[in-house]
């Protein structure tokens, strides 16, 4: 089992900045990609951004050149630095870690940490 622990939600004005970060213990596969999704109210959740376990990334266009991940292997932790954020990135962020062997994954979430951009 692997376990996330997220931080770093909460209340900001439009144009303004948050670090979102999640650290995952427990059964971490060598190969994983570690990612944020969000979820607003009434929609699906999305993928936000992800990165590899060497470090490949990947955005959302809506948040491409605004947001930032990045990742501390020696720490399993992921950051997302959300820069001039916007009302319409208001929602749960949560964390997701998939273990890759070979042609299988496993996907594990944290809790989710609310985002909330007031205009």
């Known amino acids: 089992q692997v376990q996330l622990v997220e931080s770093g939600g909460g209340l900001v004005q439009a144009g303004g900045s948050l670090r979102l970060s999640c650290a995952a213990s427990?059964?971490?596969?060598?190969?994983?990609?570690m990612g944020w999704y969000r979820q607003a109210p009434g929609k699906q959740r999305e993928l936000v951004a992800a990165?590899?376990?060497?470090?490949?990334?990947n955005y959302a266009d809506s948040v491409k050149g605004r947001f930032t991940i990045s990742r501390d292997n020696a720490k399993n932790t992921i950051y997302l630095q959300m820069n001039n954020l916007k009302p319409e990135d208001t929602a749960v962020y949560f964390c997701?870690?998939?273990?890759?062997?070979?042609?299988?994954?496993?996907?594990?979430w944290g809790q989710g940490t609310q985002v909330t951009v007031s205009s």
């Open positions: 997701n870690l998939r273990n890759i062997r070979g042609f299988s994954h496993s996907d594990y």
């Open positions: 427990g059964a971490i596969f060598s190969i994983n990609v």
């Open positions: 990165v590899s376990t060497p470090g490949s990334t």
